[in-house]
């Protein structure tokens, strides 16, 4: 099997250089070596087998393989967008997952951090063009969300009763001064305030390898983190690169990575309430059959 990137899903204005992009098929090429070895398969990776223009990976399917732990999280992983409780990790936990990711959990560099995604949330929310990818990908209220299982879902009350009474259209949410668009902010920032501890992926270079591990490792974090109970949450805001945020980028990499190196994921981690389970798309409408 070849997995292609899919230029249609791209957010120029948001992920200009395609890295988040790039995480995210990483994630899917984890999530799917771990559900094939579930089916007794060990999967062989190669990716950009035709180098960064072709397909971000190839995968061969060898019967044989033995069933990694991490694959019965699959179905049970979502992401925690709520606010997490000022409960903290164990010891025991944080040495656990200290395995997939550099967690962050000095109380200064914390309120730090929490101030940078705060900003960087509401930059993002600001600049037109940047609010206008998001608005886009808004879904609004259970139906909208069910037909199109992607994007960013919003089940705040308000704006659904708006939306379903026809008063709150995608114009009307690119006015940041709007009180729908007010009340989904007020809300994001308070859950971002409640956040005890961070998660960060860091890589040495920032190649399209680098990326696609990234985002691998990154899977393999959500997948741990779903089984021992704690909540995860990406925050990424402050890592895109476009010249609004560029005064966030420098500050996230001065906090969080080593000098040089690349931060691909920054994330909320801590005990929250049980996450909403989000809809998928059907695999059929993935796969392209090749002659």
């Given at each position: 099997?070849?997995?292609?990137?899919?230029?249609?899903?791209?957010?120029?204005e948001t992920d200009p250089y395609h890295r988040q992009l790039y995480i995210g098929l990483g994630a899917f090429v984890e999530t799917m070596v771990l559900a094939t070895s579930a089916f007794g398969f060990d999967t062989e990776v190669k990716s950009l087998p035709d180098g960064?223009?072709?397909p971000i990976a190839e995968a061969v399917f060898v019967p044989?393989?033995?069933?990694?732990?991490?694959?019965?999280?699959?179905?049970?992983?979502?992401?925690?967008?709520?606010?997490?409780?000022?409960q903290r990790l164990s010891e025991a936990e944080m040495s656990v997952l200290e395995n997939y990711a550099t967690l962050i959990s000095d109380e200064s560099l914390v309120a730090r951090i929490r101030?940078?995604?705060?900003?960087?949330?509401?930059?993002e929310m600001r600049t037109p063009q940047t609010l206008k990818e998001s608005v886009d990908l808004m879904r609004i209220g259970k139906a909208e969300i069910n037909a199109n299982p992607d994007g960013i879902e919003l089940r705040d009350p308000m704006l659904e009763t708006l939306r379903l009474a026809g008063l709150l259209d995608n114009e009307t949410l690119m006015n940041v001064d709007h009180p729908g668009t007010q009340s989904h902010m007020r809300g994001y920032f308070a859950m971002l305030e409640a956040t005890p501890q961070y998660a960060v992926i860091?890589?040495?270079?920032?190649?399209?390898?680098?990326?696609?591990?990234?985002?691998r490792r990154?899977?393999?974090?959500?997948?741990?983190?779903?089984e021992m109970g704690l909540g995860v949450h990406p925050v990424s805001q402050a890592l895109q690169e476009y010249?609004?945020?560029?005064?966030?980028?420098?500050?996230?990499h001065e906090l969080l990575a080593p000098t040089g190196h690349t931060v691909q994921m920054l994330l909320r981690l801590g005990y929250g309430p049980e996450?909403?389970?989000?809809?998928?798309?059907?695999?059929?409408?993935?796969?392209?059959?090749?002659?």
């Amino acid at each position: 099997m070849r997995i292609h990137r899919d230029p249609d899903r791209e957010l120029p204005e948001t992920d200009p250089y395609h890295r988040q992009l790039y995480i995210g098929l990483g994630a899917f090429v984890e999530t799917m070596v771990l559900a094939t070895s579930a089916f007794g398969f060990d999967t062989e990776v190669k990716s950009l087998p035709d180098g960064d223009d072709g397909p971000i990976a190839e995968a061969v399917f060898v019967p044989g393989g033995t069933s990694d732990p991490l694959s019965d999280q699959i179905l049970k992983r979502h992401s925690n967008k709520e606010p997490y409780t000022e409960q903290r990790l164990s010891e025991a936990e944080m040495s656990v997952l200290e395995n997939y990711a550099t967690l962050i959990s000095d109380e200064s560099l914390v309120a730090r951090i929490r101030d940078l995604t705060k900003r960087a949330f509401e930059i993002e929310m600001r600049t037109p063009q940047t609010l206008k990818e998001s608005v886009d990908l808004m879904r609004i209220g259970k139906a909208e969300i069910n037909a199109n299982p992607d994007g960013i879902e919003l089940r705040d009350p308000m704006l659904e009763t708006l939306r379903l009474a026809g008063l709150l259209d995608n114009e009307t949410l690119m006015n940041v001064d709007h009180p729908g668009t007010q009340s989904h902010m007020r809300g994001y920032f308070a859950m971002l305030e409640a956040t005890p501890q961070y998660a960060v992926i860091t890589t040495a270079t920032n190649t399209r390898s680098d990326q696609l591990d990234a985002g691998r490792r990154l899977m393999r974090f959500y997948l741990k983190t779903t089984e021992m109970g704690l909540g995860v949450h990406p925050v990424s805001q402050a890592l895109q690169e476009y010249p609004e945020m560029a005064d966030e980028y420098a500050l996230a990499h001065e906090l969080l990575a080593p000098t040089g190196h690349t931060v691909q994921m920054l994330l909320r981690l801590g005990y929250g309430p049980e996450p909403i389970a989000t809809p998928r798309w059907p695999l059929e409408t993935r796969i392209l059959n090749e002659a």
